[in-house]
């Protein structure tokens, strides 16, 4: 097979990983029955999430630790592995503890392996479209959610949230199992006949080693403007069927319904954000993107506090939009500043931001169980996306200083 058609079964492999990679973004369809079935409360529920986050950047940096030593193949059996066995012993749970464990711990490091596994090796197949590939590698990510969301509301109402657990483990594991015979980066060779990068090729070819990445002012601002934004993302991931079945009284099936609109916002978004940021560059996508964000959450307000639920629903729509916007950019600009041969470590580090972010709906959580309403959370989210805008303005200006001129300025 000619390789221009062969390297999209690469692409199309990594699309399905993510596909059941993503499922743990169905997160908010489980809060209410986990809460129900064991009385816990919401803030237990939210750092369950919360540890699962924290976890993927465990196994992230993982991947960039190991991948020098463990193909991508390999590594990604030991994700769907960790994956099965998680959601597996999430079903025999009796202490929120346990789910922490399971849940958070196993089921994160599985998906923060993977993650990085297909995104380190899948792009690399496209080099002269990197933006686009990663768009349609996280496009399946996001859609996870579409997918499985109404699957898992009816298995919970059906079968229960036990055995709902056992059949995802077993799912899930078995596709990224299987896809991972399909993984792999491009030998030397097959480098030489795929088209050559055209869009500031100088920058491209530049790669810095991670201990040097970590040096440059540029890529603590970009560290925290992702916090920021994956911050937001993540607490309307986590409490977006909560406000809407608790704040706006909808009814749960209704908000499965808009959790997987949502996600199909988000995903099909990514694919777009890709081709985006091949279009317009770092600076002007990264600028659309927070004021995505900025917009989102003060329609997301005004529609919570007013009590209109179809404005809300368009205003969550946005945030998932602008959530795949920071997805698909976080990938892209690691490769854009600081190459495509030290991107696995490089981008290790700067999952980092999870650390933090993960922490967002937890805090979310607790506020809401003290005020008893989401109006609180929702003014703090308009004010984490102000000053989002901010560090983009700031990473604005370093960007013109240290890489417009190309690779002069950053051998300085």
Known sequence: MDILKKRWVYIVAGFIIFLFMGCSLAWSI?????ETLFNWTRDQTSLAFTVNILMFAVGSILTGILSKRIPFSVLLKISAILMCGGFLLSSLISSVFQLYLTYGVLV????????????????????EKAGTATGILLMGYALSTAIFGPVLNTLISSVGIVNTFRTLGIVCGAGIFIGSFFI?????????QLPQVSRNANKKT??????????????WV???????????????INHCSPMLTEGLAVSATLAALVVSITSICNGISRFVWGIVFDKIGVKRCLLLVSICFAVASIGLFISYASQISFLFIICACLMY????????????????????RTFSLNYSVLSLNTVINSFFPTIIGLVQVSTGTYILPLMILIGISIIS??????FTKLYNKDYENGNEALEK
């Open 389 to 394: 805008l901010i560090m983009i303005f700031i």
């Open 222 to 236: 970009y560290f925290i403007v992702v916090v920021l934004f994956g911050g937001m993302g993540l607490i309307v």
């Open 321 to 340: 939009v602008s959530y795949g916007g920071n997805a698909i950019t976080c990938a892209s600009v690691i490769r854009e500043l600081f190459g495509h």
């Open 184 to 192: 792999r980066v491009p030998k030397l060779q097959e480098l030489e």
């Open 108 to 127: 994160g490091i599985g998906i923060g392996l993977g993650y990085n596994c297909v995104l380190s090796a899948c792009p690399l197949w496209l080099p």
């Open 30 to 34: 489980f809060v209410v029955p986990l």
């Open 206 to 219: 530049y790669n810095v080693i991670t201990s040097e990445m970590i040096k440059k002012p540029i890529f």
